[in-house]
Structures are given as structure tokens and as C-alpha cells.
């Protein structure tokens, strides 16, 4: 059994089209991968190193690290928003970079210890068992590799922002976007990632102004927040 949801795959296959567009509901993620770049290269500069990003949908982190000079793999399952990815690389002409439809579980076994990073962003709150990609991603890093994750809090700031702020009132996201039951607290993320062999490293909050309508890295990490991992030598 594959650890995806047919559901969620869907609705991000349907959206696939307007991944590359900065307008469309795919804004947020535009916005925040500068933010997200930055804060992975503070712990590791990425020119030259092998990096794989799970979950990479229409390959907007992908593209960006692939572009810092890193040789850059994106896997999804999501095949309409893997083509996307794909065909944007080639219109913009993104040197070292590839596209792979495979479940990240499935790439450990075939190749372990085989990355310098890994990231995993905005993934694991769409898969029923978030606690086997963490394995996996634990798995493809080499020892002394940098894994990177981000995720929404379980909360009620978190619901009321996430959710029906972003989604409902704000209209920052399609509605259904987000399943208020699979967020995951800090604490249930890190155990995880215990479990799994990795070392936390840090863990930092984005938040959102809606007056400026901007992003920032804080030390909030009531709504999204992502961590810095590391997998002893």
C-alpha cells in the first residue's frame, strides 16, 4: 500500500496548471520559499550537494535549490503536478535538476544514504502515515546529512488561521486545502524524528502579517513551523 491519500493527490493535480503561477492559490508557496531557501542554506550551503525534495509538487523548492548549484531530485506522486515541474525546468532552462513519480518510501529502499539534504516541506500533513515518511527521509540522508521539514501546528490559533482565516476568510488557499486532524504538534513531529534516528537541530515559526501581506521567520511556531534535522555521522 502506498502512504498517500487518493484525495489529496487529486486536489493538487487538479490545481496543477497554476503552480507557477505567483497569483494563483499557490501564492503562499512562492512567497515563503525565499524565506525557506534562506533558513536550509544558514545550515548548510547547497552548491554541489545531492538534495532531494519529497513531496515537491510543481517543483517550486526544487527549482530554487537546483538553481544554488545543488544536483537536485523532486518525487511526488502527483503525476499532472510533476509534468508541471518538469515542464517548467525546461522553459527555464534549470540546470541539475530531475523529476521522479515515486513514493518516498520506495526511493529508500532503492537508495539509501544517497542525499547530502532532504527536504520535506508542507507534505506530511497530507499523508496518513506521516511518522513512514520520516523514516524514509531519515533513510535517504547520508550520516552527517541535514534533513528539513515543515508542517502546521495542532491548535486552536492554528485552526483558526489556517484554516478559517486562510481558507474562508481570507481566501488564501482553496477550501479543503488543509484537514485540521492531521496537523501535527512540535513535540509529536520530533518524536518522530527520534524514532527515525535524526537529530533535531532547530525549529523555527512562519508567520504571516495580513496588513503587509508578507511572511516573516520568527520564533513562533503556533501555525507553520519547520525544523532542522540532522542524521549523526
Keep these: 500500500m502506498t502512504n498517500a491519500d487518493p484525495q489529496e493527490l487529486a486536489k ?6 497554476r503552480w507557477w503561477d505567483p497569483e494563483s492559490e499557490f501564492k ?12 536550509i542554506e544558514s545550515y548548510c550551503p547547497l552548491a554541489g550537494l545531492q538534495v532531494l525534495d519529497v513531496g515537491c509538487g510543481g517543483g517550486i523548492l526544487t527549482d530554487s535549490m537546483a538553481r544554488r548549484g545543488a544536483q537536485a531530485l523532486g518525487i511526488d506522486l502527483a503525476t499532472k503536478a510533476l509534468r ?15 523529476f521522479e513519480e515515486i513514493a518516498v518510501e520506495a526511493l529508500a529502499e532503492r537508495a539509501p544514504a544517497s542525499f547530502d539534504v532532504v527536504t520535506c516541506m508542507e507534505m506530511i500533513e497530507h ?17 552527517g546529512g541535514w534533513v528539513f521539514m515543515s508542517t502546521l501546528n495542532r491548535n486552536f490559533k492554528s485552526f483558526m488561521l489556517a484554516i478559517v482565516g486562510a481558507e474562508y476568510l481570507l481566501k488564501m488557499l482553496p477550501k479543503g486545502t488543509h484537514e485540521y486532524a492531521r496537523f501535527l504538534q512540535p513535540a509529536e513531529l520530533a518524536q518522530m524524528c527520534r524514532n527515525a534516528g535524526l537529530d533535531l537541530q532547530a525549529a523555527k515559526g512562519l508567520t504571516y502579517n495580513p496588513l503587509s ?15 532542522a534535522l540532522r542524521r549523526p555521522s
Design 28 to 39: 503562499p508557496l512562492h512567497q515563503i520559499n525565499p524565506l525557506r531557501l534562506a533558513w
Design 127 to 143: 499523508v496518513p502515515d506521516p511518522a513512514s515518511v520520516v523514516q524514509a527521509c531519515a533513510t535517504l540522508v547520508k550520516p
Design 84 to 98: 508541471v515541474a518538469e515542464l517548467h525546468a525546461l522553459e527555464a532552462g534549470t540546470p541539475h535538476i530531475r
Design 213 to 227: 501581506q508578507r511572511y516573516s521567520l520568527s520564533a513562533d511556531t503556533d501555525v507553520n513551523y519547520m525544523v
Design 12 to 17: 493538487f493535480s487538479e490545481l496543477a496548471h
